[in-house]
Nanobody, 125 residues
């Protein structure tokens, strides 16, 4: 009954913005490291950004300065604000959670235990 449900994806022009949301149920995100990952068909899943239970953040170099990750523990929701979007940001975006406390979160995908079903982000003119 542990679920992560993404929303907010869609079609946006280059330079535009989107905010992705990930609503968690069945567990509380404050006990977890949570992150955003993306995947293009035929390519390996890539870590985009993550935030630890102590609010330390980590960003892929390709999105640093453009994307911002945040969490609202009261709402049990994770967000990814994406600005200055580029065509190469096009992918299916997944949120994921890993039970962990403190430290800096990892952008490796394999340790994460819980995954959403993904939301499509397409950046195109």
């Amino acid at each position: 009954q542990l679920q992560l449900v993404e929303s907010g994806g869609g079609l946006v022009q280059p330079g535009g913005s989107l905010r992705l949301s990930c609503a968690a149920s069945g567990f509380t995100l404050d006990y977890y490291a949570i992150g955003w990952f993306r995947q293009v068909p035929g390519k390996e899943r890539e870590g985009v950004s993550c935030i630890s239970s102590s609010d330390d953040t980590n960003y892929a170099n390709s999105v640093k300065g453009r994307f911002t990750i945040s969490r609202d523990n009261a709402k049990n929701t994770l967000y990814l604000q994406m600005n200055s979007l580029k065509p190469e940001d096009t992918a299916v975006y997944y949120c994921a959670a890993l039970r962990a406390y403190g430290g800096k979160c990892t952008l490796l995908y394999w340790p994460y235990d819980h995954w959403g079903q993904g939301t499509q982000v397409t950046v195109s003119s």
